[in-house]
Nanobody
Framework: QVQLAESGGGLVQPGGSLRLSCAAS????????MGWFRQAPGKEREFVAQ??????????YYADSVKGRFTISRDNAKNTVTLQMNSLKPEDTAVYYC??????????????WGQGTQVTVSS
C-alpha cells in the first residue's frame, strides 16, 4: 500500500519559517521523483517544488513564487522528503501535499498524493 504522510504544518507569522516532512512507504522511494503541491482557499492545486532520483543528481525545480525561499530535499535512507520554507508570506497559506511519481510533475500530475497538511501564515 502506497502511503505519503505529511507533517509539520501549523501557524506561523509572516517572515517566519516552517519545515514540512513527508514519510513515504509502499514503493521504491529512490526510483521516484518527489514533490510538493499546495492548494489555497478558492484556488486550484499548484506545483511548488520537486526533486529527482538520487542517481540522477537529486536535481530540484521550484515554482517561481517560492524560488529563493523554499528548499526541497530527500533522505533516501529514511524514505523521507522535506520542504524547508523560509520568509513565509500570507499568500503561502494553503494545504500542502506531498507527491510521488515516475516522471516530472512540473506540468503533469503525479501518481501518488498525501493527505495534506495545513500551513497558515498570518499575524
Amino acid at each position: 500500500q502506497v502511503q505519503l504522510a505529511e507533517s509539520g504544518g501549523g501557524l506561523v507569522q509572516p517572515g517566519g519559517s516552517l519545515r514540512l516532512s513527508c514519510a513515504a512507504s509502499g514503493f521504491t522511494f529512490s526510483y521516484s521523483i518527489m514533490g510538493w503541491f499546495r492548494q489555497a482557499p478558492g484556488k486550484e492545486r499548484e506545483f511548488v517544488a520537486q526533486i529527482t532520483m538520487p542517481w540522477s543528481g537529486s536535481s530540484t525545480y521550484y515554482a517561481d513564487s517560492v524560488k529563493g525561499r523554499f528548499t526541497i530535499s530527500r533522505d533516501n535512507a529514511k524514505n523521507t522528503v522535506t520542504l524547508q520554507m523560509n520568509s513565509l508570506k500570507p499568500e503561502d497559506t494553503a494545504v500542502y501535499y506531498c507527491a510521488a511519481g515516475p516522471g516530472s510533475m512540473v506540468r503533469s500530475p503525479p501518481g501518488y498524493w498525501g493527505q495534506g497538511t495545513q500551513v497558515t501564515v498570518s499575524s
